[in-house]
């Protein structure tokens, strides 16, 4: 039994040979809060899963499959998910998720990204965080994916630099601070 909850993680750019480019399991499977982009494989570009997995508030989309199917599993379940092609279930949509960079690997959420508090909270979320170590619900809704969106003025680790500006030139929350940066423009 396999059982993955909050992974938080995004896994792109890969392949397999045969099944499972981006995730391939088998057993329980809960795919949460993850940004699954850009992977490729015969069957289940995305996901490949042996059994009736569970994906809730997470981003498949951009993956190839060499066969009909981009994610492939006997009895799936999606709530709360963006990904392609559509399927049934509370909460999903197929609009494209507006990453502020795929081609670089940056799949932080752009503005106006409709992944952006569209997900469903749940009790574990009031404590947990998101990859960048920003709080998994920075609004009142969690966001879809493994990163929460910062908002412009958003400045979740107190450094007097916003989240959006750090994430655009570091693609993480930065470890220099204004007051470190010796001459005080706020840039590296």
Do not use: K
């Not at 399991?25 to 569970?54: E, F, I, K």
């Not at 494209?96 to 670089?104: G, L, R, T, W």
């Amino acid at each position: 039994l396999l059982l993955l909850s909050a992974c938080n993680m995004p896994v792109s750019g890969n392949t397999a040979q045969r099944n499972g480019g981006g995730v391939f399991l088998s057993g329980l499977l809960w795919l949460t809060n993850c940004t699954v982009v850009g992977n490729g494989a015969v069957a289940g570009g995305g996901a490949y899963c042996m059994s009736s997995p569970r994906l809730m508030n997470s981003i498949l989309y951009y993956n190839t499959p060499g066969g009909n199917y981009t994610n492939v599993g006997s009895s799936w379940s999606y709530q709360f998910c963006c990904t392609v092609p559509a399927v049934s279930g509370t909460g999903n949509f197929t609009n494209e998720p507006a990453f502020v960079s795929p081609d670089a690997g940056n799949y932080h959420l752009a503005s106006g990204s409709s992944c952006i508090n569209a997900g469903t909270n749940h009790t574990w979320m009031t404590t947990a965080l998101d990859l960048d170590g920003r709080p998994r619900i920075l609004v009142n809704r969690v966001d879809l994916g493994a990163f929460e969106f910062a908002a412009n003025a958003d400045d979740s680790d107190a450094d007097g630099m916003p989240d959006a500006w750090e994430l655009s030139y570091f693609s993480s929350l930065a470890t220099m601070n204004a007051t470190s940066d010796s001459d005080h423009d706020v840039a590296s």
